[in-house]
Structures are given as C-alpha cells and as structure tokens.
C-alpha cells in the first residue's frame, strides 16, 4: 500500500496474505543429523494433526525450523502457474473466494433488486468486471476524458492540472497526496503529501545492480515501448516515449529516499503552510489553490520528503512538455489496465505480474474480479460475508485472547530490567488504552453516495476510487472517526494503527483451512494467532516506531534519554542479524527497513508464550499427534508462515517491502528464544543457535 510508504506512520501490517516467502527447497539430510527425539515424526490418529502433516522429519528443527515445521506441506503444494506465491493465506483467500462468488452471482441474478441497494452494487459491479466482451468493446472510452486533458497539456501548469486530476482516480502522478490524522495531534485530520510517482515497486529498482533488478528494469522500459504502441505510436516514436518516460522516472526516484529512511515518523513529519511549501519548494505549484480545488482549506500540509518536492519542481521545469504528457498517459492506462480490454490488460501483466512477480499466467478473470470488488464495494461485500460466515462465538474467543495478550505483556513490561519506573508506567499507560477491533465494524461505513452500475468495469472502478478520495477528504475538519475500519472482514491480514494506538484484527484472520476453530488446541491458536497476529500487532505499538507515539496516539518522546538509548542499543542487535541473511545471492534483507515488523514477530512471540503457560494446555503438558504443548506452540506460529514464492516475486520483496520473507520471519525471532531452544534440544554449531551473549532482548 502506497500511502504507508509515502506516510510511514499511518499504519503497521502483519502482511499475511501478501508478505514475501522464501523458498527451502531441501535434500533430505543424512542419519546423523536428526531432529530432537520429542520432535519425532507424528503419531498416528484418526484425523489428520493441523501441524504434524507438515513437519519434514527429515530436517533437523535446530538447523532450520521453517523448512522442518513446514517442508511437507510445501512440497506437496508448489505454486500455482497463476500464482506469484502461495502458501496458508492463499488458501484461505481459495475458500474465501468461493463464499464472495456466491454472494456476488446471487446479487447479480436479482433482476428487482432496489437502486443504490448492496444487491444492485454488487450484482452490477460483478456483472461488468466478469464480461471480457464489455471491456474489449469499449476499449479505452472509459478514459477518454482523462486521455484528452493530457493530450491538451502544453505547458507545465497544465500538466499539473492533469496529474492533480489524476489523484482522486488513484493515480500517484509526480506524488502521494491523502487526508490522515495529524501524527502529532491525533485529533485532526490533516492533509499529507509526500513521495511517489514511479512506475517501478520502489525507488532502488532504478539503481540496484543485481542482476534480476537490472534485467526487472530493462523490461520495464519494453513495456513502456509496448504500451505507448498500444496507444497508437508508431515504433520509433514509442521507443523514444519509453526511454524519456524511464529517465524521467529515474530522476524522480534519485531525490526520492530510500525504503529504510521512510520509517523515521519525526524526520518524514514536516509541518508547514501550503504557501511555504509554494515558495520554498514547488514555486509551480500553488498549493493553496489546488488544495481549496478540493475543498480543503487546509492551514497547514504536512510533507513527508521536503526535498523531493525540490526535486520536482526542478524536474518539471527541465523536463520538455511532450515527456510529461507521455508519464502522465502511460500511468493513467497502466494503473486502469486489468480494467479494460485484452491486449492492454495482457500487455500490463507481461511485465507487472510475468515479470516482476514471477506468475507464468493470469489468474482466472473471476478472481481477479473478486479482488478489484474487494477493494473497490469491500465492505460492502463484507456486510453479507460475516451475517453469513462469522458466527459471534468466534470473535468472543479472539476477544478472549486479545486481553491474555494485553495481561501478558503488561507482566513482561513489570519484568523488564533495562527500562526505569518511569518510562514502565507510560508503556503500562499505552498498553491499556490499546484499542481492539475484532472480527468486523460495529459500525458500518455509508456508501450511499458510491454509483455502481453496467457501463463498464473501469467506470466502476473509476467511480470507486473517486468515491474513496472524497470520503477522506470529506473528513477534513470533522471529529476524527476511531471506529473505522481499514480493513474489510474478509481480509486475511491485521494492522496496528498509531494514531488510534489501535488493533484491527479482521475476521478471515484467524482461519486455518480445514480445520474448524473449535477443533484447534490452544497450542496452535497461541501460536498461530496469539504471537504471530495479537501479539505482533500490539507490539507495534512499542516498536522503534511505534513507541514515538504516546497513549493517545500523539508523535510525542515519552520516554526517558537513557531507557531510548538502551532500547535502540537493542534494536540494532536486531537490525544487525537480519542484515546478514541473505535469501537471494546479492540480496540482503534489510534489517534497518524491516526492524519494526522483525520486533514485532519478535515481541509477539514472547507475549504470544507468556500468555499460552497460563493455560491448561501447557500446564498438563501432554503431548498430541507426538508433540509437547510447548512444541505444538512453535509449530502453530510456523504454521501462520507456509508461504513460498517465485524468486522475481521474493527479490520485489527484498527491495520494497519492510516485511521480511515467511522462512526469516520463523527462523528469525526463534533463534532468540531460550524456550525455542528447550522445545527442540538446539544445542550450540546448529545454525539456528546463538550464543547467549548475541541474542536480542527487548521486550
């Protein structure tokens, strides 16, 4: 999601579904290098174990428990040709699928359903996404006034009017733009702007010189060529278009910063009049009149990168007119491709999905469908799915879990003997005012003023995402709304929010395929829910980032100078270790990028263990399916990350995403885990263990 780099403190993900996997394929070892002798292959049973059938016995837990705890199951289930990755969310999203297409073709076969009724939008929303016919007979019509502002742009006021126009269509043309809480007076919605605009992943696309980025970046410039062909140049003027487009692109991404220096909220947090950013940055553009062009009579703007916008206003001065008419034409089609006709929507998978993520073909149109309708009428959609497949028991349970959580962390806070008095009651302060949303709103947002209807599947998605701009900037100067949501319930995913010093925890999170909630031991549901979602989400709140904010969701320093001087010293122990992981030759992961979401596997961990050696389970100790509760425990949080993907999909991970991939998200934060090591018998030259001396201790 764009707006969490461009705005880095707005939310912190799990990133279930989507997060990056490594692939372990491994040979099977030889005898002497066994697994622990209570780590045996599982028992017999008359049912199948939920972790048990996919332990590799073959692989020693102590040099590598992802693969161990997870290698069967990965063998048996390679990624699909349609897929980038696949893994336990993936599934999930199968069986969801299958329950959002029954609700969508019932809503599309009601002939009488009322005007502006959630049948009438989801029926006719479905209805044009699914026709391939529509798209390809109306070609590019459905832009056809977006194509014909750009074709007039002559100067750069007027390529500005364009790209302005372009933003409330979801279109990042030369920035980011968005209406979000005031990070420093969580009160106020305040207007955002920060940087964006590339046609890449992320800005070291442009310049990293690994071989697959390189070869990643030479087909993005293929694709420009083919795309402008597309939209009728010839071949040398659209050779000359994709080369000037790239170029422009890549200063663009030389004064945006990197991916690492995004995650600093004070350092991105600059306040300052619309008119100050006029005079000192962007002379070309006068942001108090666009931003009253929206009705945003905004005071003060607060600008993530100030010196990108310099940036800007140098390039588009520099840059020669037809150029800037040539990016904004080419975004415009790229980011509406999948919604119009086959060759454009073909030509843009060829490189976002073939090239850059590694699927070998398309998915089927109705899932693609299902997911632009996500996005576009989710909570709608999500209004039927949890009336229908959410029942409240469930979400009494994780609400259950939620406060052993909070118990649980609030003891470890009371044990810490690195953190003074002082800065223990705050955290004490900011734990108990943590917020949690479970399963689904309580209140549901009013989509009234959305228009659906069966023109066409980008008109659709064009009234959507126009829709979604003005209900954020309608917020401006309102009471902020703390009982929204940012999620649909049908996501497989969760978020901690710092400006709320929130939890959302939707209720497709906590699903295991297979397996119904009430037959899975607390062992699992510990590891599987409480640590790796609960548990990581709420220590979101006191990570390197979001420890910044207070109680109330303030950017504010409420802690003492020596107890933050002691926690970064253990943060970069952290940072340090995934450093050195290496998943892809020549690709590191970066442990500076990534050291909030590494804390919170981390942290949610440890809270996620405290909290299940409360229960019956663990104190009784008896083994299931030939694992101790302890065991079942490690089990159930390796069995949250059963992802693998394509290697073009993990090297897009590497460089633009703060999430580290499934294998170093398990193996990772274990081999800090003193328990961890008595699970498995770990014992000292495995590659899972580490000296005493070198592991972190944070929370």
């Known amino acids: 999601m764009r707006n969490t780099i461009a705005f880095p403190s707005l939310l912190a993900f799990c990133v279930v579904a989507s997060a990056g996997i490594s692939g372990c394929d491994r040979a099977p070892r030889d005898a002497a290098a066994k697994p622990a002798a209570d780590a045996a292959a599982p028992l017999a049973s008359a049912k199948p174990d939920v972790v048990g059938t996919n332990v590799d016995a073959s692989i020693n837990p102590g040099d590598d428990f992802f693969t161990y705890a997870n290698g069967t199951w990965l063998k048996n289930n390679p990624i699909p040709a349609s897929e980038a990755s696949w893994g336990i969310g993936k599934i999930v999203r199968e069986d969801l699928y299958t329950n959002l297409r029954k609700i969508s073709e019932q809503a599309a076969a009601q002939k009488d359903a009322p005007a502006g009724s959630d049948e009438q939008k989801i029926g006719d929303f479905w ?76 800005r070291d696309y442009y310049f990293n010189t690994e071989e697959g980025v390189a070869k990643a970046r030479a087909a993005y410039v293929v694709h420009l060529h083919n795309m402008f062909k597309l939209l009728g140049a010839d071949e040398a003027a659209a050779s000359a278009s994709a080369t000037q487009v790239m170029a422009f692109e890549t200063a663009l991404a030389k004064v945006s910063r990197k991916l690492e220096d995004l995650r600093d909220p004070q350092k991105n947090y600059n306040k300052m009049a619309p008119g100050e950013l006029t005079q000192k940055y962007t002379p070309s553009i006068a942001w108090t009149d666009r931003l009253s062009g929206w009705k945003l009579p905004a005071p003060y703007i607060i600008v993530g990168q ?36 086959k060759d454009i929507d073909a030509e843009n998978f060829d490189f976002y999905g073939r090239v850059l993520s590694g699927q070998k073909e398309q998915r089927p149109r109705w899932k693609r469908a299902l997911d632009a309708e996500n996005r576009a009428i989710g909570m709608i959609l999500g209004r039927i799915f949890v009336k229908e497949y959410f029942p409240e028991g469930s979400k009494q349970r994780y609400n259950t879990l939620v406060e052993a959580i909070r118990t649980a962390y609030g003891e470890r806070i009371d044990r810490l003997d690195w953190m003074s008095a002082a800065t223990k009651a705050k955290a004490r302060e900011k734990l108990a005012s943590v917020t949690k949303k479970v399963g689904y709103p309580d209140k549901w947002k009013d989509y009234s003023a959305l228009v659906v209807g069966r023109n066409s599947y980008a ?111 253990r943060a970069d122990v952290m940072a340090k270790q995934f450093d050195a992981y290496e998943p892809l030759p020549g690709l590191h992961i970066n442990g500076k990028a990534g050291l909030g979401e590494n804390i919170a596997d981390f942290g949610g961990l440890l809270i996620g263990l405290d909290a299940f050696k409360k229960t019956e389970q663990y104190k009784k100790g008896e083994k299931i399916a030939g694992y101790t509760p302890l065991q079942r425990f490690f089990l159930g949080y390796a069995l949250s990350w059963i992802f693998e993907e394509q290697e073009a999909k993990l090297r897009q991970q590497l460089l633009s995403d703060v999430h580290s991939p499934a294998k170093w998200r398990v193996n990772g934060p274990l081999s800090n885990m003193p328990d961890f090591y008595e699970a498995f018998d770990v014992k000292p030259g495995q590659p899972m263990y580490r000296a005493e001396a070198d592991r972190v201790r944070i929370w």
């Open 306 to 341: 100030p010196e990108f916008f310099g940036g800007l206003q140098a390039l588009l001065t520099q840059t020669p007119v037809p150029v800037l008419r040539d990016y904004l034409r080419v975004h415009l089609v790229d980011a509406y491709a999948e919604f119009l006709g």
């Open 459 to 569: 008109e659709n998605v064009m009234n959507a995402r126009r829709w979604l701009f003005n209900d954020r900037v309608a917020k401006f100067g309102k009471p902020v709304d703390r009982s929204e949501w940012e999620m649909t319930p049908q996501t497989y995913n969760a978020y901690y929010n710092p400006s709320n010093n929130e939890i959302v925890l939707p209720a497709a999170q906590f699903s295991i395929p297979g397996f119904k909630d009430a037959d899975v031991d607390d062992a699992i549901v510990y590891g599987y829910a409480a640590a790796s979602t609960i548990g990581h989400e709420i220590t979101h709140g006191f990570d390197d980032e979001g420890r910044q904010f207070d109680a109330a969701g303030n950017l504010t320093d409420w802690w003492t100078k020596e107890d933050a001087e002691k926690f970064q010293q």
């Open 127 to 202: 209805s044009t996404a699914t026709d391939e016919g529509l798209a390809d007979h109306a070609g590019l019509a459905p832009l056809k006034d977006q194509l014909a502002q750009i074709d007039a742009v002559k100067d750069v006021p007027s390529a500005l009017d364009a790209g302005f126009a372009l933003q409330p269509l979801g279109i990042d043309a030369f920035f980011d733009v968005g209406v979000f809480q005031d990070e420093k007076a969580s009160d106020v919605m305040a207007v955002h702007v920060g940087q964006g605009g590339l046609g890449l992943p992320e």
